[in-house]
């Protein structure tokens, strides 16, 4: 390993030591050693950019063979603890050339053929022959809160705004909101889960159905700063999720789908047209489909 460290440390000197570091010779310059592996001068071209400096460039050449040396360890390593049949990769490779070329493929007909306009019937459709797969995992609420300061002027107008059935008066807080709250979200057609807002409106909620039954809206004060939550609407765990909190959900899946019976449509077609057109025959009588063995 010394001799490979004075090489890598010799090429290096003798790279930087001319105006373009990666000049063509009649003869490849050798760079590094390992296990009968060579790296050449012109393995490293695009490894130092333009104006890098020669310490910058020393560092990334450095490190570049370094790496170059552990993977031919490591390599020679392997191979010389396999057998033949491990080592043998072809099949391996042809296999994933060939699902990465039908991939490509597929990719391109979807991209030219596949009709992503789903209409809000076919997504409510959907919605409702497939109910019983839209159940939630947590509770959601539908809610406004405001976050003032404990000594706000402001406190009881919140408080008025917020604690009024009417929710047409939540549009008059937005205003309010934005001069005198410390954060606020006013959004109530808008779903989320009851333990997330518990993260940004410390309650200490035990029993999810009876608080929410029992609170419309709380207001308390904590650390200098007064909560105020408003709930709008809520729906327990594993309970149906609505329609609209499941709208991208079900446009995707119905994508995937037409995705799906595309490609296997594709697929069906080109092998009908192979048959139709002879440019296949399945030797039955092969030994290989009769071998038990």
């Not at 990334?60 to 057998?83: C, G, M, P, Y």
């Not at 597929?106 to 959907?126: F, G």
């Not at 309970?239 to 799906?260: F, G, V, Y």
Request: one cysteine or more; proline letters at 2%.
């Amino acid at each position: 390993m010394k001799r490979l460290s004075l090489v890598i440390g010799v090429s290096i000197l003798m790279m930087l030591a001319g105006c373009d570091f990666f000049e063509k010779s009649s003869k490849e310059v050798v760079v590094a050693e390992c296990y009968g592996k060579y790296l050449y001068e012109s393995d490293l071209e695009g490894i130092v950019p333009k104006g890098a400096s020669i310490m910058d460039s020393i560092q990334r050449v450095s490190t570049f063979i370094d790496s170059w040396v552990k993977r031919q360890v490591l390599l020679h390593q392997a191979e010389n603890n396999l057998d033949k049949e491990e080592l043998d990769l072809k099949k391996q490779l042809e296999e994933y050339r060939n699902s990465l070329v039908i991939y490509a493929y597929e990719s391109h007909l979807i991209n030219q053929k596949l009709d992503t306009i789903v209409s809000d019937d076919e997504i409510a459709e959907y919605y409702e022959q497939h109910k019983e797969d839209f159940q939630l995992r947590n509770t959601m609420v539908r809610a406004a809160y405001v976050i003032i300061g404990e000594d706000s002027k402001q406190k009881a107008t919140f408080q008025k705004l917020l604690s009024d059935p009417d929710t047409l008066l939540l549009q008059n807080i937005d205003v309010q909101a934005n001069y005198y709250a410390v954060k606020s979200y006013l959004d109530v057609d808008q779903w989320m889960r009851l333990d997330e807002l518990t993260k940004i409106i410390p309650i200490e909620i035990f029993n999810a159905e009876s608080f929410l039954k029992k609170n419309k809206f709380v207001c308390f004060d904590m650390n200098e700063y007064t909560y105020m939550v408003r709930f709008v609407d809520y729906l327990l765990e594993e309970s149906t999720s609505p329609l609209e909190m499941e709208h991208d959900n079900i446009k995707s899946i119905i994508l995937a789908r037409r995705k799906q019976a595309l490609t296997e449509k594709m697929k069906t077609d080109l092998y009908e047209k192979a048959k139709k057109d002879h440019a296949f025959e399945i030797y039955v009588g092969s030994p290989v489909l009769y071998n038990n063995d």
